[in-house]
């Protein structure tokens, strides 16, 4: 079958693209698609032309499937393809519906006239993937839309819906119906244009949308600072406004050529490397070597979660926001109604954003039933185990939860750091345990880390992972650890932090450092969200269970114990780190720096300036090693896996493709080198991972391991 369907509605001819699932870009269609252009152009028995895609959308633009090949000689790049269907004299009309994205866009603004039906999204995401729309869509977006709305719209990489779409002037008509109700309007268009014979309407020569930038000289200065937080450390962002900018100073063939080269340096750059890895990380972590695709799964209609507190509430919500019913228990009912009332102010919060509605609000708490009594979850599909972090409260649990639900249960756990295995063993059915780790705020934070125990059965996996999905989650398969992924890793990273403040950075500076390389935050300002109080109390418990501190290791919770001790837990006791005032901005705190100052003499160290080079390295090299361990012992499948960790669990940026993607780019010879150093320098906690010097000897990366 051809990538392009050619068919005839009297003197209309009718391109169908081919090329299943979303039809891609691919060489082959874009080949048909040339080849159809000059044909038809000379057709003396063709008088227009309508161009759609078969199957269940338009175009979603690039075939994924074509990155890093390279297609034959002869077939032309898409924006010149473009140009010469832009420039014909027979009427061009796109009849689209379900995806006009990236070059599908690109190709309905080629186009004269564009027809849409309903449920249709349309977009440029390429931003998304580190490059921009390169086949015409920064100069053609802002001619036909307005050069706000393309900037908005380019930058973003935001999909609008058709409404939006024919409100802005990118489309020139909706048609309510479906599929073939949108090429019959299309033909129609067509045959209208065509016998009106006048000149086609090209986007490429319109100028009306370009007039709004020219009365506002300060529209893209503007634009660039409204946008400097989000792109910080991004090329592609700004890449994207100056080819928008072109549009209004040069004429399309030159502006065309400037979007060109400017693609051309960001293909291959590291940026959009990483992005191209973040995107295919996200798909590969779906797949588990021995739980096969086809492993059946059990249904799991609804849930039951043990515990309303911070994380408890927040998995009820993620239950409720997916549609499943569930049942939320606590065993004193004023905590269950603590419990409830603050998932409805969560809730009720978003309903004063505007960002849902009072009925949808009412149906998801319409879903949450809250009850005192364990036997109310005897025919539930799956139970989420949240209570206290403590060893003896969970095994008891599971085993009353052992005797009260029915068999083929799903019993999880939403530990952080407990073994799954010992908590299975308090059942008889170690097979249906599984951990659950959702991330804190349950139902904002993307990842779930679902913990395999030994004995974990693969059908559990299997429901477990998919489940992932049905929450809108991204579950990542990991092993039983201390910490599992995430947290075992951010323990080094932590560490680091603490030691460089006692040694003479402050924690604004690390913070910074780290905030511009692209996190959301520093360590300091996480801490302080998340909670003092929770290190300081596994602090406490550990130096108890070793009787004290261990002589042969560097203590690192020093400074934060004498925080603590003084209650400045974080934002939520307005000072920790750092102080609050009536917001959440932190702001430097005079009485930290001098606790730090003192400390730092305490403990016999004479402060020294400390680059933000190695604030970088120490902070992010140890957790990189922690990762390559944890690599090693199979407790992450792959090292993208644990990039996908980082991104949805930690906030690490996308446009460096996750700690083990971004260490490959630096290169493992340095890290392990660098490792090296800081062993010495610092103590063996630093000593770099067997599996990391094995890669930067052979010169592999985490990729090859
Ligand atoms: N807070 C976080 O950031 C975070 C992140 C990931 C995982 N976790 C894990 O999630 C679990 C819960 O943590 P949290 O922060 O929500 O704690 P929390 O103290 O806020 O909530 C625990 C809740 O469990 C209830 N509870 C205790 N024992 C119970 C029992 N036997 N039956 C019913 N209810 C009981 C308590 O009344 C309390 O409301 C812990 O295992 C923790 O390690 C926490």
Known sequence: MSAVIEERRGRIALLKLNNPPVNGLGWPVREGLDAAIDRLGKDADVDAIVVTGDGRMFCAGADIREFG???????????????????????????????????????????????????????????????????????RLPRVAGVAKALEMIVSGRLVSEKEAFKAGIVDELVDGDVDAVIDAAVAAAEKLAAAGVPPRRSGERSDGLKEAQGNPSLFDDFRKSMAKRARGMNAP??????????????????????????????????????????FAEREVAKIPDVPADTPTRPIQNAGVIGCGTMGGGIAMVFANAGLPVTVIESEQSALDAGLEKIANNYAATVSKGRLSQEEMDRRMGLITGATDLTELAATDIVVEAVFENMDVKKELFARLDKVCKPGVILATNTSTLDVDEIA??????????????????????LMENVRGEKTADEVIATVMKLSKTLGKVGVLVGVCHGFVGNRMLHQYL???????????????????????????????????????????????????QGGTPSNARYSGTIADKICDLGRFGQ??????FKYGDGRTPTPDPDVEAIILETSKELGFAR??????????????????????????????????????????YGFPRFRGGPMFWADTIGLQTIAETMQRFEKEQGPWMAPSPLLLKLAADGKGFGDA
């Open 69 to 139: 090949t390279t297609p034959p000689e002869h077939v032309r790049g898409l924006g010149k393809i473009l140009t010469d269907l832009e420039a014909m004299e027979k009427p061009v009309v796109a009849a689209i519906h379900g995806v006009a994205a990236g070059g599908g866009l690109e190709l309905a603004l080629g186009c004269h006239h564009r027809v849409c039906g309903p449920k249709t999204k349309l977009g440029l995401p390429e931003v998304s993937l580190g490059i921009l729309p390169g086949a015409g869509g920064t100069q």
């Open 608 to 649: 020294r300036e400390i680059s933000d080079e190695e604030i970088l390295q120490r902070c992010l090299y140890p957790l990189v090693n922690e990762g390559a361990k944890i690599l090693d012992e199979g407790i992450a499948l792959r090292a993208s896996d644990i990039d996908v960790v980082w991104m949805h669990g």
């Open 495 to 545: 560490r680091e932090a603490m030691f460089l403040v006692e040694e003479g950075a402050l924690p604004q500076d690390i913070d910074r450092v780290i905030y511009d390389f692209g996190l959301p935050m520093g360590p300091f300002a996480m801490c302080d969200l998340a909670g003092n109080d929770v290190g300081w109390r596994v602090r406490q418990e550990q130096i108890k269970a």
């Open 572 to 577: 939520k006791t307005g000072k920790g780190w």
């Open 238 to 279: 700004y890449a994207c406004v100056r080819c928008v900018e072109a549009a209004t100073t040069m004429a399309l063939a030159d502006g065309l050529q400037y979007e060109r080269d400017e693609f051309v340096k960001l293909v291959d750059a590291i940026e959009a490397k990483s992005m191209r890895h973040a995107f």
């Open 425 to 446: 063993s308090a059942t008889s059915r170690p097979q249906d345990v599984i951990g659950t780790h959702f991330f804190s705020p349950a139902n904002v934070m993307r």
